[in-house]
Nanobody, 125 residues
């Protein structure tokens, strides 16, 4: 359906910051929740953060609380993930995904229909 594209990844040092962006391509954008997930080498995909369509509700994994902030601009169909105080364990490919129209469960990968290709985040010591 809608193609999502992540950007903003890169190689940084521990303690640095990055701002990831998730943008929808094409004519439409699903007017529902957006989630960020990540997958490190040799590990399973894990939930990072999510935000409702209205922007009024957010969810965060315990590992990123206080360091990451998710936000969205519905008018521009973009969602950002501000990542501060990065740690080596944050190294992973980060994916954004659009939630299903009904029965959306923010922390559940199966509740998302469309996924981006991912952007690499590498944090060195």
């Amino acid at each position: 359906q809608v193609q999502l594209v992540e950007s903003g990844g890169g190689l940084v040092r521990a303690g640095d910051s990055l701002r990831l962006s998730c943008a929808a391509s094409g004519r439409t954008f699903i007017p529902h929740g957006i989630g960020w997930f990540r997958q490190a080498p040799g590990k399973e995909r894990e939930f990072v953060a999510a935000i409702s369509w209205s922007g009024g509700s957010t969810w965060y994994a315990d590992s990123v609380k206080g360091r990451f902030t998710i936000s969205r601009d519905n008018g521009r169909n973009t969602v950002a993930l501000q990542m501060n105080s990065l740690k080596p364990e944050d190294t992973a490919v980060y994916y954004c995904a659009a939630g299903k129209s009904m029965g959306w469960r923010p922390l559940t990968p199966g509740s998302y229909d469309n996924w981006g290709q991912g952007t690499q985040v590498t944090v060195s010591s």
